[in-house]
């Protein structure tokens, strides 16, 4: 088994080995399932990015982590239940799966509260799947000119997750919507502040990459095969 480092280092010069399509590619370790040992190795090997999905499993690992969380940006990519959304607000930099109306009035109450401008991804639904949690596609321009109501809150870009499928290739056309989507939110709106496109994942980055991504959630490819405590 190969070592988080020698996984990071590796991702790394597969990303910078595809500079030439996008610039400042950054990648954001996802470490929900995996402990503070495992993250802080993480962080010793040059990550400043950190993701996850659950805020009763990210807490006491990001108290567990203690100083050696300074100056690193901590992303939360769950779907978030409005009633945790203050918890959210106090502890993450950035909220990449802002998915409705109701999520968004909470993290702008919150926010506002603290003194806090929070960031924010909107989570777009390109699949037709009615699972999958998202702003489907059409609805984006206005979802987006609503969250621009909120003073509290920045939107920052798009967060895509494609459907699960075996075949990796599959997620292509989903990534080059997510892409055209991202695009045409930029030229209609031309806000300086809208310029993160969150796609990607271990099994499929390179293709995300390939299609435009310019920020890559990365966790089994670092860390290793997740195991989930109730399988
Ligand atoms: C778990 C998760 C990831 C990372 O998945 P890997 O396949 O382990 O890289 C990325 N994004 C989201 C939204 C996730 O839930």
């Known amino acids: 088994m190969k070592t988080v480092s020698e996984n990071i280092k590796n991702i790394k010069m597969i990303v910078k080995s595809m500079r030439n399509a996008v610039e400042g590619i950054e990648i954001v370790a996802i470490s929900k399932t995996f402990g503070a040992d495992l993250v802080f190795e993480a962080l010793k090997c040059g990550i400043t990015d950190i993701g996850e999905s659950k805020i009763q499993e990210a807490l006491p690992k990001f108290e567990a982590l203690g100083d050696s969380l300074k100056g690193i940006k901590k992303h939360f990519i769950g779907h978030l239940q409005s009633n945790k959304a203050k918890k959210a607000v106090e502890n993450f930099d950035l909220i990449q799966s802002l998915d409705s109306l109701g999520l968004a009035k909470e993290i702008n109450r919150h926010s506002y509260n603290i003194g806090k401008k929070q960031n924010c991804l909107i989570e777009v639904k390109v699949s037709k799947e009615i699972s999958k949690t998202g702003i489907a596609q059409q609805d984006i321009d206005g979802f987006y000119k609503e969250c621009l109501n909120f003073p509290n809150i920045l ?28 695009n045409s939110l930029k030229s209609s709106f031309k806000n300086e502040n809208f310029k993160v496109l969150s796609m990607g994942m271990s099994a499929d980055f390179k293709i995300a990459l390939e299609e435009g991504s310019n920020m890559i959630r990365i966790g089994s490819a670092i860390f290793g095969d997740r195991q989930y405590a109730n399988q």
Do not use: C, H, Q, T
């Open 155 to 182: 939107i920052s870009g798009l967060m895509l997750i494609p459907p699960a499928n075996e075949d990796i290739e599959a997620a292509r056309p989903y990534f080059k919507e997510g892409f055209n989507v991202f």
